[in-house]
């Protein structure tokens, strides 16, 4: 017979583990599902005896748990909320200056990343396995080439339905050919920065904070479409809600950001040669 037994006591509950059991990735307050891989997670034990004093008064110093679901989506609703604010003055400097000058694309692109930085900061250990695995593992490898080949299909298909109709498409190099700024600039602007920093936002810090409320599909699909008003244009917003789900896919099967970033970075570059060519 156990002490428990023995002295009439109800067994103690074990609290869940600080970390998912399926990756090991951290676990931030109050989530119902790793946002790293997923799984659904155990609840905290705070019932009453279900764990020891000093672990029952460390929950009772937690915020409920509907005000941690809160505090995911207002960090991810605030970083959303921050690059439509950037986007906005962007557009207000250029009606002002009557010109869309690659310097104003190059500050607005460094306050982008410095704020974007700000947020991964303050997420950093969530992120941190998302940045330490390559994602490009014998298992994995085949995950980028067939986005990639999807994305591909699926543009051809839907942006020469959008010339057939005469609907004008934007060219993004024309103002860096304007200004007589050099080529190398227009791929940093316009296809490496957004790969890396596109990424750490929605299918890094976005993403990650979604998933702690919802289910990865869910959150997956939500982060899709906050990518695609981001761009502020009803032409493009189905083709990058396809590219958001994409690379958010990219993200779920690879538990990296690296695979996304590499072909979001590629797949702007591809875009900016077909222009320049």
């Known amino acids: 017979m156990s002490e428990n037994e023995s002295s009439g006591a109800s067994p103690r509950s074990p609290l869940a583990p600080s970390t998912c059991a399926h990756c090991a990735a951290p676990r931030r307050l109050g989530a119902r599902f790793c946002a790293t891989c997923g799984q659904p997670l155990p609840a905290l034990a705070d019932e009453a005896g279900g764990a020891a004093p000093r672990e029952r008064a460390q929950l009772r110093r937690e915020p409920p748990m509907a005000a941690r679901h809160g505090e995911h989506l207002r960090g991810a609703l605030a970083l959303f909320a921050v690059l439509l604010g950037t986007i906005g003055l962007g557009g207000i400097l250029a009606s002002a200056t009557e010109s869309a000058h690659p310097a104003l694309e190059l500050?607005?692109?460094?306050l982008d990343a410095l704020l974007i930085?700000?947020?991964?900061?303050?997420?950093r250990e969530h992120l941190r396995p998302l940045l330490r695995?390559?994602?490009?593992?014998?298992?994995?490898w085949w995950c980028a080439p067939l986005v990639g080949a999807l994305m591909a299909g699926f543009f051809e298909l839907y942006f020469g339905a959008l010339q057939s109709l005469g609907l004008p498409i934007l060219r993004m190099s024309d103002s860096y050919v304007e200004a007589g700024w050099p080529l190398w600039t227009a791929f940093a602007l316009i296809s490496l920065a957004p790969g890396i920093f596109e990424e750490l936002a929605f299918r890094g810090v976005i993403q990650t904070r979604l998933a702690q409320v919802m289910r990865p599909g869910e959150a997956l699909l939500v982060q899709a479409a906050m990518f695609s008003v981001l761009h502020l244009s009803p032409l493009i917003f189905v083709s990058h809600f396809a590219m958001g789900v994409g690379f958010g896919w990219l993200r779920l099967r690879t538990q990296s950001l690296y695979p996304g970033m590499v072909l979001h970075?590629?797949?702007?570059a591809f875009v900016l040669l077909e222009e320049l060519r």
Request: with cysteine; proline share 0%.
């Open 117 to 123: 930085l700000t947020f991964c900061w303050n997420d």
């Open 265 to 268: 970075a590629a797949w702007n």
């Open 107 to 110: 500050a607005i692109a460094l």
């Open 133 to 140: 695995a390559s994602g490009f593992t014998w298992s994995t």
